[in-house]
């Protein structure tokens, strides 16, 4: 993103760039009244795991309301992964999601895990979490 002023649809076109990079399944949730309140921006199902991502232009500044965070919530005890992407974090999304895709070839290939990409996953989500802001 090179915008002077960047607004919140510049992250969400970053992220769109990395999740189709990626070759993850992803969706838009509509934000109209055909819609639920809170339900993240993104929403993404790669190697069988749910995503939902809340899409942020400055999380300090404007973090996830209530019933965002309670989405978020809900996503995780549901054994998906909740994140808060914003301008400053979309680069650790991008790092973890190559390096999950890293992790899991190994898995399919039946070869042991990488410490150190464990590590780094590990550190990753809890930069990227909804419970960091």
């Known amino acids: 993103m090179t915008k002077a002023h960047p607004v919140e649809n510049d992250v969400k076109a970053a992220l769109s760039k ?11 949730n509509p934000a109209n009244r055909f819609s639920r309140s809170g339900v993240s921006d993104r929403s993404a ?9 809340e899409v942020k232009l400055n999380v300090k500044k404007n973090p ?10 809900s ?3 549901s054994g998906g ?10 680069d650790a999304f991008d790092e973890y999601m190559t390096l999950w895709e890293k992790s899991a070839d190994l898995a399919q290939q039946q070869k042991p895990e990488d410490p150190e990409i464990m590590v ?6 809890g930069l990227l979490s909804w419970e960091v802001v």
Do not use: C
């Open 18 to 28: 990395i999740l189709d990079r990626h070759n993850v399944f992803w969706w838009s």
């Open 45 to 53: 199902i790669w190697r069988g795991t749910f995503l939902a991502i």
């Open 64 to 73: 996830p309301t209530n019933m965002q965070k309670a989405f978020l919530v």
């Open 75 to 77: 996503v995780q005890s």
């Open 81 to 90: 992964l909740a994140f808060v992407v914003d301008q400053e974090r979309l």
């Open 120 to 125: 780094r996953l590990i550190d990753l989500y």
